[in-house]
């Protein structure tokens, strides 16, 4: 007959065997993704991840079984299920297995020329009018997309490269950042001091709940100083 200290000392051993099974399999981490369900999209934190799911943070309202999407920072698109949901986290279970040391990891050089991806920060759509500051001057534009560090936009002028642009965003303070790239119809814009995950993640938020008024752009606001 096996002793209480035999069975605590095989039961230890199955504990730490079991932990050692799992472990590789599970990265924590805390990553910024973009939730992607039916035509909206929100930002999340990934706080762990393995080859069958992960745990994430949002803002946004979740119901089990519901099938979402997950961007990633080199551009990868993850389908799942919801599994769980608690207090702003949930649990999401991958449609198909992943590799998460190819999903985190470097992106290899395909060529001598071709240059390795960096991984960005998620890029919302927005297509929201706004109102932007340059050259001493007022224009409206259009806001076609934002991420936290930055945004892309169509103006009705051509601005120069690296030229300071001040942006007034319905819901938002007042950004600027300076001119990276320009392309034919559109402009990218990289702001001074990135936003923070909570305000950007409340702002998509709201901007995805039914709206009860038409939203207004504001106009210029006298005696404002413009924050960097």
Do not use: H
Request: hydrophobic share 40%; net charge positive.
């Amino acid at each position: 007959m096996n002793s209480p200290e035999a069975s605590d000392s095989s039961s230890s051993k199955a504990d730490t065997r079991s932990y050692r099974e799992r472990a590789p399999r599970t990265m924590t981490l805390l990553m910024t993704g973009k939730l992607m369900l039916d035509d909206r999209e929100g930002l999340c934190r990934v706080r762990n991840i393995s080859t069958t799911g992960m745990k994430i943070e949002t803002r946004a309202a979740l119901a089990v079984d519901q099938r979402v999407r997950i961007g990633m920072r080199y551009g990868e698109e993850i389908e799942a299920r919801v599994a769980w949901t608690r207090d702003g986290a949930a649990g999401l279970q991958f449609l198909t297995p992943i590799d998460v040391e190819a999903m985190l990891g470097p992106q290899p050089r395909q060529s001598r020329i071709s240059r390795q991806r960096a991984p960005r920060a998620p890029r919302l759509a927005a297509n929201c009018p706004i109102k932007v500051e340059a050259r001493g001057a007022m224009y409206d534009a259009m806001l076609l997309d934002i991420s936290q560090g930055g945004a892309k936009l169509r103006l009705p002028f051509r601005p120069m490269r690296d030229e300071r642009l001040a942006m007034t965003i319905p819901g938002l303070s007042l950004k600027s950042g300076g001119v990276r790239w320009i392309g034919e119809e559109e402009v990218g814009l990289g702001f001074y001091v990135a936003l923070s995950f909570d305000v950007l993640a409340a702002w998509v938020e709201e901007r995805n709940a039914p709206a009860s008024t038409d939203e207004l752009v504001p106009g210029p606001r006298t005696g404002t100083v413009i924050s960097p």
